[in-house]
């Protein structure tokens, strides 16, 4: 079929090319129909496929492909028959041209030939012509008429068949979306849009209309060509006129069209229908489509068919294919008779179509299951067809589950994709207890309720009546009335006659006295009494009135229905107490969590006439897919419980195990529970992604509960499922369930910390899939190498002990071997205690008589691995110390033994280097507090004083002044204090701690006045010398101050004073010791870092360590020892005991010990950027845009990046199963890194900038920008084969206002570019490919620079506006073609009015005569050029001469009914009189209060609607009066002593803007500047100096 013989509709709107059918061996292109409705060919659509999806190119929906792919959607059948029909008559019409011409050949002769040609030469008889053709005209006026009479029925007909059926589709549509509620408003929706194309489904009455207009189109030729040969009749002799004479003659047979269409209805309807889904009652709509409807018997209004037996020539070329089958008059055909009228009742023919050929039905597989396992789709909208059915009669017990005819039903919705032998949606009718109940199957619900309905149609009819002759029968089968017009099948289990006091198996009727009945469709047994007298009428009424008989008749009827009710028992569930059976509480158990929602059942065998099974109910949200179970519901909740073994169907998902520290490492951790010791849990301190666990925790669980949300409540908790459980104090952790201990308890423990509790189960919540990402953090530890000291098991005391030495406590620890993770790991504890020397736990128990060493263990062994022991042998003299001696006694010198008398002021020793310091507050480097840890015993004491003097006395009324000394009383301890600032009438006192050097606020009630002989500080504040802030910044960064905070707080160092002065701080070096045991200065730390950097010092300059000594004294032994020392002693906590001096002689051994707060060593990492992206080439492609820069960079990807980046995605997400474990790295030397986003997704990145615990990143195959914590960033690089995606672009040929992108204009481009696939004109390559690209963007054809200078946000270039002048750039392609009809339209009441004229200024540097109108800030004024727009006239009349003539008629302008922004309007001023003005902005809606400027004057003024007027069109064509310019050569103070500001420019005062007009009042001359960004001036006085020196001269401005 050629393309050109085609119409519209059977041609794709994609490509262009026409639709086909497939013919022999050649594969056709057939039209598809996608789920919007939109239509599009095979070849299109297989094209525009990615990942089993079509996005439609018109709407872009998304359709899923079914499993078949493109070739298994849906056709659209009336293209298919368009098609064949067009292809069946043009072989018809070709078949009767061949015919013609075979006839003409056959009686034309040579002769003719030849009588022709002399005919042509000699006119022919013009009379006979005229008569013929005539006559021919007025049997064609005849038919016309007649045609159009036709049409005219048809149409209105059409449209009132449309109209009607769309009216009750509407209610149908609603009727069912009512009974769906919310759950089905988009379904509804949808369909109520695909109404819009209801003549789509009268294709039959489409195509007669369609003939009838070709009929007519070419009566029309006809006559046109008949009348043009009347006119010129040699044009006979050039024409067919023949043919055109037996068009016109051509009789219009009435019969020929088919006008029953019209009375036929579309065949749709909506019906509600409840189908069972996977987890709860689904509802699901359908559009049914049967056969059309006769709706009337009667022709369409004003057609009357004819009489005429003629066949024209038109109804014989049709032949016999013209004849019509008319639809079937039957509603509902017999099943014996559906089968074979299944192909011709779906053909297009029987609906009145043309016959055209029936595509190949494939299954509804295809369309509907494939996607779907288990969950079935939300609507299914489908054609049913009915399949015959045997007659034979159902099983009558509850053995029925099995039924054959049952699952032969059942195949028939195979559609739904469940599998029936595995899992089936029920709903629980009856329950007697948990093992005997009766359930329904939800998919049988509408087979129900055609049962239901054609019971009730039964018993209302009076041949189920019962009469005086009838007998009821045991086991027979009758209807019983469930409740008012609604009756039952049920089967008789029990008779009562009257007079008999036991059941008998038949009875007449009359003498019925109750009987008792088994409902079949609900598993309900009732007894029913039947009060009446014995053989009277009444009683026969009363039986009636309960009972209705089954003949054989309607027995064999109901016989294709099976009994709905089918017998259960929950497999393996026995009664909690077998003495006492099931108890009622089981029952209303059982009946709670089921209640009448449809639950999951899945059948576990058969025991006699029961249904073992398990029921499963949904859980309470969606995104989880474990049920409940029901069986494990009743056990929990101790109402019953197995009698045999249980496999849970699903296994929980589980906690990664903890990570397991290395052998024979030194690693910190903290003992987060203890039980005994072999039997305790640890967490490691090194890992910092565990510091927001807790806080993620706590916002996440905590908003959940105070908004009420349930969806993750715990029903029925399974052993060994993972979950978040509330502790004691009310905080949520992670947590798995162990244990049921009973009474609707659960038994969990604390996968981070070890600890075990049992709890209520509404304290346990559900685990979301974040919190699975790390692993537990409790490691369970067992102390190495001791035992029990009985042998056996570990006592009281020991645990104790233990407790009191390690529970939350920072330790060392050493895994000394490697075990199975299902045993404790063995370790040795080291703990800092207060005397010093590091202590061995194990040790203390041993020594303490608690526990024993193994056997083999020797104590001597109590330290660290990794320590020489021929480096801590202890001289000889040392070590014939008595073994209960401190060894710290041993070595005290002289400088270390504190005086007698007391000193409550810091007095520096003479010795200033290797001071022994505690850091007790730190601000910054450059000012922190130390104390001297050789004043430990003078600040105890101290202490004690200042309690003893204040401890029993009241506040004083004193008044407390600045700088005086007090006694504070905080946080429970009295300590010495200095004011701050004068006390104010609030109470509250700033005071400095004078031996801590941190300041608090306390009431003056903890206040007391300190005697003089106490006061003092024993606090010293230092600055470390050797480095300043990085950056070039003159203060230290936030960051830098944190971390010195984080590591000095507390922690013990070595201080040596760089120079000694009364000024503080002092200079001074710190040095801390690490994990080795070596002295780290803190000042490296910090610039090592990258938080501060070092001061140049001159080449010869030495940086002193803390082992260095002045005065060398002879190399002995003592002195390599104390070297020794000073480089592995770990200097403890603070305590009240001095510490040695590092220049001693003589040390005792000890063995080392880690500090309190150590400096963690970084590792020093270095990456590189990933490969620049690959920039494109110039001209125009099609990009997307990601992201939009704070500095207005546009962040864009081509379409190859585009696929470039999914395949990126699965790429990095495969590689990537686990996170790297975390360790401190020096982020200096990282530029490309790998980033955890928010989702919890990898993603590429590089580094920009370090923000403490934070780092600025920057995602480089997206260009968004995030500061993300540390704990997210790796340094490490992800594909680096794969270069950047995503490339940065600046706009070309436009100048930001104000120089750089404002946050209003980046802003707008976000909302105008982000995620947008648009044009993009690359006008300029870089030379560095990271370098942003020079484009110009296009938004629908409008380029994006035009926006930008529009909304004022950038100006153009106009050097690069002169080159554009040059250079041609191709058009933006037109997107759409609009035939608007704007006829009938109004114009617009107002005029739309253009903007006003400025006045042509001077060139820039020439004086011009200036008069300031009005005065903004001292530097922001509006002026008027007298020289350029003075008395400008207008067709000889000024400005005020216009606004004069005006302002009489003013009372005859109209008002102000629009209001654009910046709109000229005439606006009433204070004088009674109208000036020129614009628009500005509303200020208030109740009254309407409009801001307005004068254009004139430069004035602002608000005013009602009622003071603005319409504007003259003849006013714009003079010039403002005004121009708002900035004065250049000056600003506004950076300091200002003013008081009074200027309240709308807070940063000029009130007398600077009266002096400036002041000086504004002479005569003022003006030379322009700049023009762009804003016209920028500056002015002088009569003298030619400038304005504003007096300003600047008096303080009140500055110059710029």
């Known amino acids: ?145 007649q045609l159009e009479q036709i049409h005219e029925t048809l ?176 509603k509902h055909p017999s099943p014996q008779k559906q089968d074979k009228e299944s192909t011709g009742a779906n053909s297009p023919s029987s609906r009145g179509s043309p016959p055209s050929p029936r595509p190949r039905r494939r299954s ?100 189920c009546h019962f009469t005086s002759n009838d007998t009821l029968e045991t086991g027979s089968m009758i209807f019983v009335k469930w409740k008012e017009e609604l009756w039952c099948r049920a089967s008789v289990v029990e008779i009562l006659q009257n007079g008999c006091m036991e059941g008998v198996k038949a009875c007449k009727v009359t003498q019925l006295a109750s009987i008792r009945v088994f409902y079949l469709d609900y598993g309900l047994t009732k007894t029913i009494t039947i009060q009446s007298d014995e053989g009277t009428t009444e009683s026969l009424l009363s039986v009636n009135n309960h009972l209705r008989k089954v003949d054989e008749a309607v027995k064999v009827e109901l016989g294709h229905f099976a009994p709905q009710a089918i017998r259960c028992s929950l497999k393996d569930l026995v009664p909690y107490d077998l003495t006492k059976g099931w108890s009622k509480e089981a029952q209303v158990e059982f009946c709670s969590v089921v209640s009448s929602a449809a639950v999951e059942m899945r059948p576990l065998g058969q025991n006699r006439d029961s249904l073992l099974v398990d029921l499963r109910k949904a859980p309470m949200d969606q995104s989880s897919d474990v049920p409940i179970s029901v069986r494990e519901y009743l056990v929990f909740i101790e109402v019953a419980r197995f009698y045999s073994p249980v496999t849970l169907g699903r296994r929980p998902l589980l906690y990664y195990p903890p990570v397991y520290p290395k052998i024979n490492t030194e690693l910190n951790a903290v003992v987060s529970h203890i039980n005994n010791a072999a039997d305790f849990y640890i967490q490691l301190v090194d890992n910092m992604e565990s510091l927001l666990l807790s806080a993620k925790l706590q916002d996440c669980y905590n908003a959940t509960t105070v908004a009420g949300e349930d969806d993750l409540t715990i029903y029925c908790p399974v052993i060994g499922q993972a979950c978040v459980a509330r502790f004691d104090d009310k905080l949520w952790y992670r947590a798995q369930v162990i244990g049921h201990p009973g009474g609707r308890k659960v038994e969990v423990r604390y996968v981070d910390f070890g600890n075990k509790r049992i709890l209520s189960v509404s304290d346990l919540r559900k685990i979301k899939d974040e919190f699975f990402a790390l692993p537990s953090k409790a490691i369970h530890c067992c102390l190495s190498d001791v035992i029990p000291a009985d042998g056996k098991t570990w006592s009281d005391a020991c645990t104790n002990r233990f407790i009191s030495l390690a529970h939350q406590k920072l330790v060392t620890i050493v895994a000394t071997a490697r075990v199975p993770k299902t045993e404790p790991l063995p370790v040795k504890v080291f703990e800092s205690s207060l005397d010093g020397p590091l202590a061995n736990i194990a040790g203390l128990l041993v020594k303490e008589e608690l526990a024993c060493f193994k056997e083999g263990f020797k104590s001597k062994n109590d330290r660290p691995p990794g320590d020489d022991p021929a480096i801590w042998d202890p001289p000889l003299e040392v070590g014939s110390a008595p073994e ?34 505690r850091v007790c507050h730190v601000n910054s480097p450059s000012s922190f507090y130390v104390q001297l840890t050789q004043y430990n015993s003078q600040l105890k004491r101290i202490c004690e004083l200042v309690k003893q003097e204040c401890v029993h006395t009241e506040p004083e009324d004193m008044v407390w002044k600045a700088g005086m000394y007090c006694a504070a009383h905080i946080n429970g301890v009295w300590e010495r204090g200095q004011i701050c600032s004068d006390i104010t009438s609030s109470d509250i006192a700033e005071v400095i701690r004078c031996d801590h050097g941190n300041t608090v606020k306390l009431h003056t009630s903890n206040l007391r006045p300190l005697p003089s002989s106490l006061m003092g500080s024993l606090a010293l504040e230092c600055t470390l010398t050797g480095i300043r802030p990085a950056g070039g910044r003159s203060t230290w960064t936030a960051t830098a101050c944190d971390v010195i905070a984080y590591y000095l707080t507390g922690a013990s160092a070595v201080m040596t004073i760089k120079e000694l002065t009364d000024e503080r701080p002092i200079p001074v070096s710190l040095f801390c010791s690490n994990k080795m045991g070596q002295f780290v200065s803190i000042a490296d730390f910090l610039a090592s870092e990258g938080l501060a950097l070092r001061e140049r010092k001159p080449s010869a300059a030495v940086i002193e360590k803390p082992n260095e000594i002045d005065s060398q004294p002879p190399v002995n032994k003592e002195t390599d020892v104390s070297d020794d020392m000073k480089k592995k002693t770990h200097h403890p906590a603070p305590s009240l005991t001095p510490l040695p001096s590092l220049s001693s002689t003589v040390c005792a051994p000890v063995p080392p010990k880690p500090a309190p707060r150590t400096i963690m060593s970084a590792e020093k990492v270095k990456t590189q950027l990933y490969d620049p992206p690959e920039l494109p080439c110039l001209g125009r492609i099609q990009i997307s845009v990601s992201a939009i820069g704070e500095d207005g960079l546009i962040y864009i990807r081509t379409q190859n990046a585009e696929c470039q980046l999914e395949q990126l995605r699965e790429r990095i997400q495969q590689s990537m199963k686990t996170l790297p474990r975390q360790k401190p790295y020096t982020w200096k030397s990282v530029l490309g890194c790998a980033v955890i986003g928010p989702d919890m997704l990898w993603y590429r990145g590089q580094l920009l900038e370090v923000l403490g615990g934070h780092v600025k990143v920057q995602y480089v195959d997206y260009g968004l920008v995030e500061n993300i914590p540390v704990v997210h960033v790796y340094p490490m690089l992800l594909c680096d084969d794969v270069p950047q995606l995503c490339m940065s672009c600046q706009l070309h040929g436009i100048n930001p206002v104000g120089g750089k992108w404002q946050r209003d204009a980046v802003a707008l481009l976000r909302e105008v570019l982000l995620n947008r696939c648009m044009n993009m004109q690359v006008m300029e390559l870089p030379t560095d490919p990271r370098v942003p690209l020079t484009v110009e963007l296009f938004l629908d054809g409008l380029s994006l620079s035009k926006i930008l200078c529009h909304h004022e946000h950038a100006s153009m270039d106009q050097t690069v506006s002169a080159q554009k002048g040059h250079s041609v750039i191709s058009p933006a392609p037109i997107l759409d073609d609009w035939d608007i009809n704007t006829e009938g339209l109004r114009d617009p009441e107002e005029p739309v009015l253009g903007p006003f004229i400025y006045p042509n200024l001077p060139q820039e540097g020439e004086q011009f005569q200036v008069k300031v109108k009005h005065l903004w800030t001292p530097n922001e004024l509006f002026l008027w050029p007298l020289e350029v727009s003075a008395d400008v006239e207008v067709d000889g009349e000024t400005l005020e001469s216009a606004l004069t003539r005006i302002n009489a008629e003013i009372s005859d302008m109209p008002g102000l009914t629009n209001f654009p922004h910046g709109g000229p309007c005439l606006a009433e001023y204070s004088d009674g009189q109208y000036y020129r003005a614009k628009l500005m902005k509303f200020t208030s809606m109740e009254p309407i209060m409009i801001l307005v400027q004068h254009v004139d004057f430069g004035s602002d003024d608000t005013l009602p609607i009622s003071k603005l007027r319409q504007m003259p069109a003849e006013l714009l064509r003079f010039p403002l009066r005004v121009l708002k310019v900035k004065v250049a050569g000056f600003k506004a103070p950076s300091v200002n002593r003013q008081i009074d500001m200027l309240p709308y420019s807070p940063v000029w005062s009130v007398k600077a803007a009266m002096d400036m007009i002041e000086l504004l009042h002479s005569s003022i001359t003006a030379s322009v500047v700049a023009r762009e960004p804003e016209l920028t001036v500056l002015l002088y006085n009569e003298d030619g100096e400038l304005v504003h020196l007096p300003l600047v001269r008096s303080g009140l401005a500055e110059l710029e």
């Open 1 to 145: 079929m050629d393309r050109g013989d085609n119409p519209n509709s059977v041609i794709c709107k994609l490509c262009g090319e026409a639709f086909t059918l497939p013919e022999d061996e050649v594969d056709g292109n057939l039209p598809r129909v996608l789920l919007c409705g939109h239509i599009y060919c095979t070849c299109c659509l297989q094209s525009i496929q990615c990942d089993s999806v079509i996005r439609c190119p018109e709407c872009e929906v998304e359709s899923k492909l079914p499993e078949g792919g493109v070739c298994f959607l849906q056709e659209d059948s009336r293209i298919i028959g368009l098609i064949y029909t067009a292809k069946i008559n043009r072989i018809k019409s070709l078949r009767c041209d061949r015919s013609k011409n075979r006839r003409r050949n056959k009686l034309s002769s040579p002769t003719d030939i030849n009588s022709n040609t002399e005919d042509i030469e000699q006119p022919a008889d013009i009379g006979k012509i005229e008569r013929a053709v005539e006559e021919a005209l007025v049997q064609a006026a005849e038919n016309l008429a």
């Open 155 to 330: 149409t209105t007909s059409l449209a009132e068949q449309v109209k009607r059926e769309r009216a009750r589709l509407e209610m149908e549509i609603k009727q069912a979306a009512d009974k769906a509620f919310h759950a089905v408003q988009k379904w509804r929706d949808v369909q109520l849009s695909q109404l819009t194309k209801m003549e789509a489904q009268f294709s039959a009455s489409q195509a007669e209309v369609c003939c009838v207009q070709e009929r007519m189109k070419a009566l029309d030729l006809a006559m046109q060509m008949a009348r043009e040969v009347l006119r010129v009749p040699f044009l006979e002799q050039y024409c067919t006129l023949d043919k055109v004479l037996e068009t016109l003659q051509a009789p219009v047979d009435n019969q020929s069209f088919n006008m029953q269409c019209v009375t036929m209805d579309s065949g749709m309807s909506c019906v509600f229908q409840s189908e069972g889904l996977n987890r709860s009652l689904a509802l699901s709509l359908k559009m049914e489509i049967s056969n059309p409807k006769q709706l009337s018997d009667t022709p369409p209004k004003g057609y009357q068919p004819g009489s005429s037996n003629r066949k024209s020539p038109w109804q014989r070329a049709e032949g016999s294919n013209s004849n019509y089958i008319l639809p079937s008059r039957n």
């Open 364 to 463: 509804s597989f295809s369309r509907h299951s494939s996607g779907s396992d288990v969950a079935t789709p939300d609507v299914i909208i489908e054609e049913f067809l009915d399949e015959g059915q045997e007659h034979a009669l159902p099983p009558t017990g509850p053995e029925l589950a099995n039924d054959k005819s049952r699952s032969n039903r059942r195949r028939k919705k195979q559609f739904f994709g469940n599998k029936r032998n595995v899992t089936q949606w029920v709903v629980v009718t009856h329950i007697v207890n948990p093992s005997h109940f009766y359930v329904r199957y939800l998919a049988e619900k509408r087979e129900s309720e055609t049962l239901s309905k054609r019971i009730n149609q039964l018993c209302s009819k009076d041949c």
């Open 884 to 917: 209960d001696q401190n060894p710290d006694q041993n070595i005290m010198g002289e400088q270390d033994e504190e005086p007698l008398e007391l000193q409550p002021q810091l007095k520096l020793p003479a010795q200033l280097k290797d001071l022994k310091v």
